[in-house]
């Protein structure tokens, strides 16, 4: 059973800095790309960034670029999403997602990390 | 970017209703659309991938169509776990985007 389990988040300053951390398992983590999806409260979907499975390439969308940064280590299957200066705006729920060899069909989801900016 | 939007925004309507939720993308996509189902306090779930492949153990009553730009979701015979709300997602191109949401609650 494909499992994703993230950890990291929490109440964070505007300025600070924060990483959260999506453990997989139950698939080979390697052949697969994976992403970020962030749901503000009670707000819709957004794609914040990829990652392809050898982490050569990496992906973000322009409201974080230059703040965030993903990374992963297939040998612990774990996936980051390191956040540098975040706003209050970026307070949402953040999910990571198995992108199915790398299609950008989200076929896997952990189950939701929040990350609250606010001083 | 490519922009989704989906329509209604929300819709009431009762057990054993057909209901279609249509999805429009502002250029053509192909067939490189999925539908998610969430529900509260939820991560979403993936119905169907490029536009029409139902997921293996999502039930039959599911359905999806369409192509280019207009897509559609149908539920055949609305059911009480079929509550939620209901987004579409291009992966046509990056950065991948959603639509704003579709709410199914009970009439």
């Known amino acids: 059973e494909v499992q994703l389990v993230e950890s990291g988040g929490g109440l964070v300053q505007p300025g600070g800095s924060l990483r959260l951390s999506c453990a997989a398992s139950g698939f080979t983590f390697r052949n697969h790309a994976m992403s970020w999806v962030r749901q503000a409260p009670g707000k819709g979907l957004e794609w914040v960034s990829g990652?392809?499975?050898?982490?050569?390439?990496?992906?973000?969308a322009e409201s974080v670029k230059g703040r965030f940064s993903i990374s992963r280590d297939n040998s612990k299957n774990t996936l980051y999403l390191e956040m540098e200066s975040p706003r209050v705006d970026d307070t949402a729920f953040y999910y990571c997602a198995k992108d199915y060899f790398g299609s950008g069909i989200f076929d896997a989801w952990g189950q939701g990390n929040l990350v609250t900016v606010s001083s | 970017d490519i922009q989704m939007t989906q329509s209604p925004s929300s819709l009431s309507a009762s057990v054993g209703d057909r209901v279609t939720i249509t999805c429009q993308a502002n250029q053509d996509i192909s067939n490189y659309l999925n539908w998610y189902q969430q529900k509260p306090g939820k991560a979403p779930k993936l119905l169907i991938s490029?536009?029409?492949d139902l997921k293996t153990g999502v039930p039959s009553r599911f359905s999806g169509a369409g192509s280019g730009t207009d897509f559609t979701l149908t539920i055949s015979s609305l059911q009480p776990e079929d509550f939620a709300t209901y987004y579409c997602?291009?992966?046509?191109?990056?950065?991948?985007?959603f639509g704003p949401g579709t709410k199914v609650d009970i009439k």
């Open positions: 990652i392809t499975g050898n982490g050569g390439r990496t992906y973000y």
């Open positions: 997602q291009q992966y046509h191109s990056l950065p991948r985007t």
């Open positions: 490029a536009a029409s």
